[in-house]
């Protein structure tokens, strides 16, 4: 094979990593690593980090300054943190400064890194997602655990949202790694516990919960299945409870029924033309009545007068 060959085999590989390649990669594809100096001495290779190229004219993106971060560790290494939160789709927050976990690192300096040494790192916690190795989608979620509990939370309920994980993937990865001082374990550990009490409760266990909350606080019990028509008597929707004398509806969304497309905005729908006729719709989910209880029942007393006992 041909100087020449063995650089468009070179390029071809490259593409699939967004126009990025190490000098070990080159020389498994038949280059010496003075031909790639060359090269970058003449501008048809661009040096991005240490032993890491990109072909020139490839496009500068996100991804490939991520393509070329991974790929600048000679250990084992992701994509990870909020970086791989937000390849997966986790969470939106925008990437700052890039998320590398490796097994090993150097202690060399790499502006715009943020470098994780990780000890419970395996092969299999990596995967390739367009072209890049990212941390698994369950690892990521409980990575997260090292900023603050509400993007955990939301990272969660997006992973199991659109299939990138299941509750039982992520604890067993928690069971795992889950070692005394072990970052983001324990903010996870409590959002499993209560999304799985959530995840099993069918529709008639979520409203008695309901119902005996509203007890607890000693608070008047609403009418149940209430049905909302117009002034002309043509039916509006039927809702999980009211209180007719204040104008107020209450609804409570279960994991197996509020999360498709349809049915979110069929019930958006309703709660817009409960507004226009002067009612307030109050949603609670499982999560709310058992993480939240006072802050239940606060709104429902500020909404209905006269509603404790």
Not at 36 to 60: C, K, M, S, W
Not at 138 to 153: F, K, P, Y
Not at 227 to 242: H, P
Request: glycine share 6%.
């Amino acid at each position: 094979m041909t100087e020449n060959h063995a650089h468009r085999v070179l390029g071809q590989e490259a593409a699939r990593r967004h126009g990025v390649f190490t000098l070990v990669q080159a020389q498994d594809a038949g280059v010496p690593q003075r031909s790639v100096a060359n090269r970058a001495a003449a501008g048809r290779y661009l040096r991005l980090q240490p032993g890491v190229y990109a072909i020139a004219g490839a496009p500068e993106s996100i991804h490939r300054r991520i393509a070329a971060a991974v790929a600048s560790f000679p250990a084992l290494a992701a994509a990870s943190h909020q970086t791989a939160a937000e390849m997966w789709g986790l969470t939106n927050r925008g990437v700052r400064k890039i998320d590398v976990v490796t097994t090993r690192w150097d202690r060399v300096h790499r502006p715009k890194l943020a470098v994780h040494e990780s000890t419970d790192l395996v092969a299999d916690d990596v995967v390739e997602l367009d072209g890049i190795p990212v941390t698994s989608a369950a690892r990521t979620v409980v990575d997260l655990g090292a900023s603050n509990r509400w993007i955990v939370e939301r990272a969660l309920e997006e992973g199991i949202r659109h299939d990138l994980f299941t509750l039982g993937e992520v604890e067993a990865f928690v069971r795992r790694v889950g070692r005394r001082g072990r970052r983001g374990v324990g903010v996870i550990r409590p959002l499993l516990v209560a999304r799985r009490r959530w995840d099993t409760a069918t529709e008639s266990a979520l409203e008695d919960r309901f119902r005996e909350l509203l007890a607890d606080f000693g608070l008047r019990q609403p009418a149940p299945q209430f049905v909302l028509t117009s002034d002309e008597g043509s039916f509006i929707c039927r809702t999980d409870f009211a209180y007719p004398d204040a104008q107020v509806l209450i609804e409570l969304d279960s994991e197996a029924h509020h999360l498709d497309r349809i049915t979110f905005r069929r019930d958006r729908a309703k709660q817009n033309l409960a507004a226009t006729m002067g009612w307030t719709v109050l949603r609670y989910t499982w999560w709310d009545l058992i993480e939240e209880p006072h802050r239940v029942c606060r709104e429902i007393q500020e909404l209905v007068p006269g509603t404790a006992v």
